[in-house]
């Protein structure tokens, strides 16, 4: 296969975009949708930012005229990059705190407008079973407040669950573990038939896959910097209100960076008019300065391209399992267009598997409890890549390398 | 007053730690309290954790045992580093997200505490009004929410207003705009003594004045990373719970890295035992690794030791107002034991003498509507910077350059 391999990654469009990302040597790193590769051209960014901005501009570097850093406005600024890449309007779009407090924000959001709005009290947060654990531990956390209900239910039945008490929909388009995807479009529809909201968290989605927020008149959405989008370890996360809500937009995390006039110093909250509103403290500034370089460089390569490269290096990956003879069992959709980037395979021994694969140089994830998960990140993956990486995990298997003591132990944290 | 001041440097025991700062030429830095500077060793430290943490090691550097990075402690490395400038034990402290989203997180655990033991249901969060505007902000949150009421009380009427309705008092150590300190022994004593929490907000003490949260018996504490601990633009704020409460700490914002068992990938949140539950969301690494380096660099130097020099910084530079026949309006404690490390002095032209000073090189802080706030970080700046400073502020009222109209115009951010 690796002849076809080389064929197809001279043929490969996005081929030159490898070499602006830093990928170890002797590494095929499938684990791109965990922590994405680190663009070159950061460090440089990153110097900049702290020696330059910071250790030169000092505090002036918070506004736009001085030494141009504006980092007042970063937030913003970066919301307005990722916008083009989800559909929504760069207004829509902000780069703060995480995932998990921005859908703290956007549930209390959605709660809050459906108090507004509404005849009866509709506190429910409907989701799934198995969605990403935060997601379903922040609707505990307003639970844990006695302002919401948790109600989880199977994605076959997630419509019908949809009742008069339902405030929010909020799902995570492509399942961490799987890499499934739901359907934005209808259940969105769904959803507001039923009198409801809805939130996306975008995580396993955003630089990867075409998202359409506005197109499919979403409310909300979340999404990661750090898989996808190559911002470095712990970026910021972004937050999506559409531009018709922002007028009843309020959510409880009031913090001065989302004060309509911070500098006023005045005792009295009042909020931001736009997504500012969902700043709450100060912004992290060399995180935001890591994360800018990451959607950038995404930006330029372009949602379409990567989606298209994203599935025919999974298509061929298991094409090169396949031809080793391999017969594994697949819990990713079969057909690339229902999935994320990423194919994910039940073994009872996963864990040992994905650790022999380590040990190898092929770096993949391992998901508790059975779930050996490999993600297919197309700015800097090779279609050589996938055939060496099949190769290594059909000799981990002919080798029985996966029963090895030292793979077989278990870490705390893995 | 140069002579005086080049003696006093000369015999200044911490003389040798401005070498290990950036401070940039023609600049003299009275802005420390507001973000510090940059120390000489955080590029390196920068550019090994983007370089090599995660350019090489990739998601393996979340573990301890790959590369030795060890991200997922860190955030508790750090705090636990923060906790003898604070007079904390490790266990006590974590740094993590911002201040304003760490308030919201503690004042949720007291009344969640206060309801648990309570007979009554205690929903007042007393603090003062003028205090740092987020932390009366985030009360708001929390009372949008209709889980608290603010109360604001003048300082001196803080002890008459701790009735059986407060659950927290929550004050800030040195007031922002004046520098002026609450005992905070004595308040946290009639804060438990009326059956009252207390939240100190350490946001301009750390790193720059004793504190001593154990021998005071405080129950919580949020502050800043960027400021006297010189972590950074946006740095991670840090978060402290005694110990006699962590087995009763119940906050709302339940995100995954405040979970027991993260990687277990459960449907249900339980909340990790120690002060780790207080994180939430994914740790922001490229900042904590800024952060960790600032700590490490104050807790070098002492905190004893910065203070005594703060002290005699600002007393030195009040003797060289004097002797410049300046005669202004101090709104700080005219008796240093008494103050922050900043001096702050009342002027309606306040705005205009800020900007024709930083034309000289002198950068201090304005703080609406009249306040001209200069603060004396004592781990970077000379007495020389003192004299030299007092002559610019003389100088520049001489020439009467306030009144020119380049310094006059406001811009919307200051």
Chains 1, 2 share one sequence.
């Not at 830093?22 to 070159?40: A, E, F, R, T």
């Not at 302002?147 to 076959?156: D, I, K, W, Y």
């Not at 019908?160 to 492509?174: G, Y």
């Not at 040992?352 to 998960?373: E, M, N, S």
């Amino acid at each position: 296969m690796i002849e076809k391999a080389r064929e197809l990654d001279a043929a490969d469009p996005l081929s030159a975009f490898r070499a602006r990302f830093h990928v170890p040597d002797g590494v095929i790193y499938l684990d791109g949708n965990s922590l994405g590769c680190l663009p070159k051209a950061t460090p440089a960014a990153m110097a900049h930012a702290v020696e330059r901005e910071w250790g030169d501009g000092l505090i002036r570097s918070w506004n736009a005229s001085e030494l141009g850093a504006g980092w007042f406005e970063m937030g913003s600024r970066v919301g307005a990059r990722i916008a083009p890449l989800i559909g929504a309007q760069p207004q829509e779009v902000i780069a703060t705190d995480t995932v998990s407090t921005n859908l703290f924000k956007l549930i209390s959001a959605a709660l809050a407008m459906q108090a507004q709005t509404g005849t009866t009290r509709r506190k429910v947060i409907l989701s799934e079973p198995g969605n990403f654990p935060t997601d379903i531990y922040m609707i505990q956390g307003l639970e844990s407040q006695g302002l919401a209900t948790r109600r989880l239910a199977p994605r076959e039945h997630l419509m019908a669950e949809l009742d008069d008490d339902v405030a929010l929909l909020m799902l995570t388009h492509a399942h961490y573990k799987t890499g499934e995807l739901f359907d934005m479009d209808a259940l969105t529809k769904a959803a507001h038939d039923a009198g409801a909201l809805v939130l996306w968290d975008l995580s396993h989605s955003t630089g990867a896959l075409p998202v359409d927020l506005n197109g499919v008149n979403a409310d909300f959405a979340v999404g990661c910097g750090y898989k996808y989008l190559c911002g470095g370890p712990g970026a910021p996360a972004f937050a999506f209100v559409a531009q018709r809500h922002h007028g009843d937009l309020k959510q409880p995390l009031t913090g001065w960076f989302g004060h309509a006039r911070p500098f006023a110093f005045l005792d009295d909250y009042e909020a931001a008019p736009g997504i500012e509103q969902l700043q709450c403290g100060t912004s992290p500034i060399l995180g935001l300065t890591a994360l800018e370089v990451g959607v950038d460089l995404i930006a330029e390569i372009g949602v379409e391209r990567l989606h298209q490269k994203s599935r025919a290096l999974s298509e061929f990956f298991l094409e090169c399992v396949l031809s080793n003879g391999l017969d594994l069992d697949l819990v990713s959709p079969r057909d690339s267009s229902e999935r994320g980037s990423q194919l994910s395979f039940r073994h009872d021994n996963a864990y040992a598997i994905c650790q022999a694969l380590i040990a190898r140089g092929v770096i993949g994830d391992f998901r508790d409890p059975d779930i050996l998960r490999l993600g297919f990140a197309p700015a800097y993956l090779r279609f050589e890549d996938m055939a060496d990486a099949a190769r290594h995990l059909a000799e981990v298997f002919e080798r029985s390398e996966w029963q090895r003591p030292e793979f077989a132990a278990r870490s705390a944290v893995t």
